[in-house]
């Protein structure tokens, strides 16, 4: 049974650009919540996706945004790139709609911008 | 609005020691607590929760107890191991004003078991 994929596994792009960074949940997981973890941080919470609908957002801006597929799969997409935005970038899956339930974490993306 | 402290680190210990890593929160209302773990390139791992006042988690040897009287969440091993080095994430989520589904971390305390 696979858990929590990612990818791609690290990502460098310039000031200005977009990324888009994709996620997997763990089979039988419908619920997919986005994190930032800046270096030497703990996680912060970006975003949470159920029934292909963002359900919860944390404080980031509008230029953080998110898809989730019909298959529960996921993308978070930032424009606009600023140096800042470097980070390792998490998702985590779990079951039902993400309450009480234990979040499953992939690996995350690092990203770096230049 | 809900936050987390835990104390910074890192920590070195030789293998056996005891091992306690301080934890506590702000949040209105009856949060659920939880210790994650991060070992090098991998991502967070759940350790142990608990999920109302007085219930204690345990793991692995690890064990935390959810203090409301102190608002804490300290976890404790009585013997580590070198397995054990890793970044150490607690986190809490809902309570009065917060969401069952956002889990709010701490800035984690890496730990290094010395053979």
């Known amino acids: 049974d696979a858990g929590v994929t990612q990818s791609p596994t690290h990502l460098i792009k310039t000031r200005g650009q977009q990324v888009t960074l994709r996620c997997s949940p763990k089979s039988g997981h419908d619920t997919v919540s986005w994190y930032q973890q800046a270096l030497g941080q703990g996680p912060q919470f970006i975003f949470q996706y159920y029934e292909e609908e963002e359900r919860q957002r944390g404080n980031f801006p509008d230029r953080f945004s998110g898809h989730q597929f019909p298959n529960y799969s996921s993308e978070l997409n930032v424009n606009a790139l600023l140096l800042g935005d470097s980070a390792l970038y998490l998702c985590?899956?779990?079951?039902?709609?993400?309450?009480?339930?234990?979040?499953?974490f992939g690996p995350g993306t690092r990203l770096t911008v230049l | 609005g809900n936050s987390v402290t835990q104390m910074e680190g890192p920590v070195t210990l030789s293998e056996e020691a005891f091992l306690t890593i301080n934890c506590t929160y702000t949040a209105t209302g009856y949060p659920s607590l939880f210790w994650y773990v991060q070992y090098p390139g991998e991502g967070l791992q759940l350790l142990l929760k608990?999920?109302?006042?007085?219930d204690k988690g345990s793991n692995k040897g690890f064990e935390a107890t959810y203090r409301k009287e102190t608002t804490s969440f300290h976890l404790e091993k009585g013997s580590v191991q070198v397995s054990d080095s890793a970044v150490y994430f607690c986190?809490?989520?809902?309570?009065?004003?917060?969401?069952?589904?956002?889990?709010?971390f701490g800035k984690g305390t890496k730990l290094s078991v010395k053979p």
């Open positions: 608990a999920t109302k006042a007085d």
């Open positions: 985590a899956s779990s079951g039902g709609q993400g309450t009480y339930n234990e979040q499953f």
């Open positions: 986190a809490l989520s809902g309570g009065y004003g917060g969401s069952q589904g956002n889990l709010i």
